[in-house]
Antibody, heavy 122, light 107 residues
Framework: EVQLVESGGGLVQPGRSLRLSCAAS????????MNWVRQLPGRRLEWIAS????????GYADSVKGRFTISRDNAKNSLYLQMNDLRVEDTAFYFC???????????????WGRGTLVTVSS | EIVLTQSPDFQSVAPKEKVTITCRAS??????LHWYQQKPDQSPKLLIR???QSVPGVPSRFRGSGSGTDFTLIINSLEAEDAATYYC?????????FGGGTKVEIK
């Protein structure tokens, strides 16, 4: 069974940093591109970052470009999101998602973690 | 950026009735359009991939259609467990985007 378990969320002040992790199991992690998607207050979903299976291709939403960095460690079956210079508007649930097709860089997300809540407030 | 506009925002439907949700893209996305279901306090779940392809484990009452800019999700014979918010998502080009969601309530 595929499992994606996020961790690292919490309450943080504006301007500070946070690092999210996603532990993957139940599939060949190194074969799949991964993404971070967040759900903002009001339930809107926003894609924020993607990483190819070998980390050669990265993509970011404009709202986080230059502040957030996506990375992965295939040996540890783990995905990460380093979030710097956090803003109040970054408050959201952050989901780790798996791309369905092996080797693809874009496509449908066939598995989602349960999410981790990040609250940015002074 | 490709904007996805879903309609309606909210729908209240009796059990066994049919639900139709539309998703319109601001640019052509081919069939790179996917549908997700999110129940309260759960993460989204993939329902339909690439506009009309079924997903293993998803009941056959969920059907998708469309291509280009106009897409439809149909739920035939609504069941109580289908109360949820439904989102479309395009993977044609970056940035990946989602529709605003359609909340389906059971009457």
């Amino acid at each position: 069974e595929v499992q994606l378990v996020e961790s690292g969320g919490g309450l943080v002040q504006p301007g500070r940093s946070l690092r999210l992790s996603c532990a993957a199991s139940g599939f060949s992690f190194a074969d799949h591109a991964m993404n971070w998607v967040r759900q903002l207050p009001g339930r809107r979903l926003e894609w924020i970052a993607s990483i190819s299976r070998n980390s050669a291709s990265l993509g970011y939403a404009d709202s986080v470009k230059g502040r957030f960095t996506i990375s992965r460690d295939n040996a540890k079956n783990s995905l990460y999101l380093q979030m710097n210079d956090l803003r109040v508007e970054d408050t959201a649930f952050y989901f780790c998602t798996k791309l369905a097709q092996v080797g693809a860089t874009r496509g449908d997300f066939d598995n989602w973690g349960r999410g981790t809540l990040v609250t940015v407030s002074s | 950026e490709i904007v996805l506009t879903q309609s309606p925002d909210f729908q209240s439907v009796a059990p066994k009735e049919k639900v139709t949700i539309t998703c319109r893209a601001s640019q052509r996305v081919g069939t790179a359009l996917h549908w997700y279901q999110q129940k309260p306090d759960q993460s989204p779940k993939l329902l339909i991939r690439y506009a009309s392809q079924s997903v293993p484990g998803v009941p056959s009452r969920f059907r998708g259609s469309g291509s280009g800019t106009d897409f439809t999700l149909i739920i035939n014979s609504l069941e109580a467990e289908d109360a949820a918010t439904y989102y479309c998502h395009q993977s044609s080009s970056l940035p990946l985007t989602f529709g605003g969601g359609t909340k389906v309530e059971i009457k």
